[in-house]
T-cell receptor, first 114, second 114 residues
């Protein structure tokens, strides 16, 4: 069965530190990959997405992610985090076809200390 | 432009009762999906509606049912509530229908079963 793994459940960083959140998936075919963010009290918002083409994708708020097909990975990065990046981050995939059913990882709670 | 709206925002029900949650998709969207997000977990796909039909279903019992109206809004019904149904229920809409599109999420309905 298709699945998404996020191995970092809680991450604590100081402002200006670099961030990398891991995401691995299991599915042998073509996938679309997403990172969503959920700020405290807010709805899930799309940070970035990969459908095809350049495996390095840039999203909002300075985030980027790299799709490495051989490693089944789609790690999220940001060179310098801010206190306002404190949120929960979810990696997700869908595999196209007639629906856009998303399969989510368990999420990573990021706390940025000022 | 209104995004995805869900009602109510919070709900407390007793075991064995039935509940109906409502969702209005983002303007122009024709596809509505429902997800259950238990505490500390990522959202889990319940089902998706398109053209007033259930198009795909996740691993949820028949106690979970839905409906989509001609204006694309949707309802999620849960019968015979269990304590384990306590969760945040998320609605997501998308357009055009298909796998390669972005889903927009509402803020969710927090259901507590006591």
């Amino acid at each position: 069965a298709q699945s998404v793994s996020q191995h970092n459940h809680h991450v604590i960083l100081s402002e200006a530190a670099s961030l990398e959140l891991g995401c691995n998936y299991s599915y042998g075919g073509t996938v679309n990959l997403f990172w969503y963010v959920q700020y405290p009290g807010q709805h899930l918002q799309l940070l970035l997405k990969y459908f095809s083409g350049d495996p390095l994708v840039k999203g909002i708020k300075g985030f980027e992610a790299e799709f490495i097909k051989s490693k089944f990975s789609f790690n999220l990065r940001k060179p310098s985090v801010q206190w306002s990046d404190t949120a929960e981050y979810f990696c997700a995939l869908n595999y196209g076809g007639a629906t856009n059913k998303l399969i989510f990882g368990t999420g990573t709670l990021l706390a940025v200390q000022p | 432009d209104a995004g995805v709206t869900q009602s109510p925002t919070h709900l407390i029900k007793t075991r064995g009762q039935q509940v109906t949650l409502r969702c209005s998709p983002k303007s122009g969207h024709d596809t509505v999906s429902w997800y259950q997000q238990a505490l500390g977990q990522g959202p889990q796909f319940i089902f998706q509606y398109y053209e007033e039909e259930e198009r795909q279903r996740g691993n949820f019992p028949d106690r979970f049912s839905g409906h989509q109206f001609p204006n694309y809004s949707s309802e999620l019904n849960v019968n015979a509530l269990l304590l384990g149904d306590s969760a945040l229920y998320l609605c997501a809409s998308s357009f055009p229908s298909g796998g390669g599109t972005e889903a927009f999420f509402g803020q969710g309905t927090r259901l507590t079963v006591v």
